[in-house]
């Protein structure tokens, strides 16, 4: 490793220090520095409700109290950081998915609770209409269950919303095409999955910025295949995730991290999303051999 790249993983840890809610301050610890897991999981708890399912501005741009399953989304990712998920938590958390699933089997990014919340502007709008199933998050939350081998109905019953969502998809978003992405890597049928990858292919790359000279706060390719063993990266060329390496390399701020994609609602949510940008470019970095930190790799995926 060059003195740069120690220069910029110690920037970063100062960064986390300074500006990231005190989670990710321990998942930083535990994924660079040989830091302990249960320090996660213990902050963690403490976005979990009683229904079995997370709230409390664990998504920075949902900040009410209340569970919302796109914040389920983002609970289950870190749970994954820190190795297998237990039946028991899995079981907790379907049991509030079932609780707002809607009857074609999908859960919507958010419910109508989140209107009476304190939340960004276009979840509230989300909020106010009648929720349905949609694959962000479903397909995410049933791709991340099935890497776990996690049986349950739910899981089940989303599996086959996905798959008659995806077959017959013709258009896309980049935070969609993430959450389809996650499914297709985990989802135990690989023949289905990487025939569905091959035609949607065009369609993501449709709606991801390739070009690394091409400024912007916008998804790139390394946001769907932040691995080299992610299934999403046959989707772009050599040249195209070589590019966005380097684009990564130097778009590190000054003060150690980097910036984020979402919209700046709130400076202290602003702050929030900077701490969890921050970590997954710096996994992305090590999944490449960019950056070596002498932790192990634990990139979980898109």
């Known amino acids: ?114 209107r009476h919340t304190e939340a960004a502007p276009h979840w509230r709008t989300a909020a106010a209409e009648h929720p349905h199933g949609a694959l962000r998050p479903t397909a995410a939350i049933a791709g991340l269950l099935h890497k776990h081998h996690t049986p349950g109905a739910w899981r089940d019953r989303a599996t086959a919303f996905c798959w008659t969502r995806i077959d017959a998809l013709h258009w896309t978003d980049p935070d969609e095409a993430q959450a389809i992405c996650t499914f297709l890597e985990y989802a135990p049928d690989r023949a289905r999955a990487e025939a569905a990858l091959d035609r949607l292919t065009p369609m993501i790359r449709a709606v991801i910025e390739t070009d690394p000279q091409r400024p912007g706060t916008v998804r790139r390719p390394l946001d769907i295949a932040p691995h080299p063993r992610s299934l999403a990266r046959r989707m772009f060329t050599d040249d195209e995730i070589n590019g966005n390496l380097d684009l990564l390399e130097a778009t590190q701020l000054p003060d150690g991290g980097w910036e984020t994609a979402r919209e700046h609602w709130t400076d202290q949510a602003t702050r929030e999303w900077r701490g969890m940008a921050t970590i997954r470019r710096l996994l992305t970095l090590q999944a490449h051999g960019r950056l070596t930190t002498g932790a192990p790799d634990r990139n979980t995926g898109p």
Do not use: C, W
Not at 35 to 53: F, H, I, K, M, S
């Open 1 to 114: 490793m060059t003195t740069v790249k120690a220069d910029a993983l110690h920037a970063a840890e100062h960064f986390m220090s300074r500006s990231a809610r005190l989670l990710d301050r321990h998942r930083f610890a535990y994924l660079f520095t040989g830091g302990p897991a249960e320090p996660v999981r213990t902050v963690l708890d403490g976005y979990r409700n009683v229904d079995g399912g997370y709230g409390n501005a664990l998504y920075p741009d949902l900040r009410g109290h209340g569970s919302q399953p796109l914040t389920v989304k983002y609970a289950l990712r870190y749970l994954d950081e820190l190795g297998p998920i237990t039946e028991d938590r899995a079981g907790a958390i379907t049991t509030y998915l079932t609780s707002v699933s809607h009857p074609n089997g999908g859960v919507p990014p958010v419910t109508a609770t989140a």
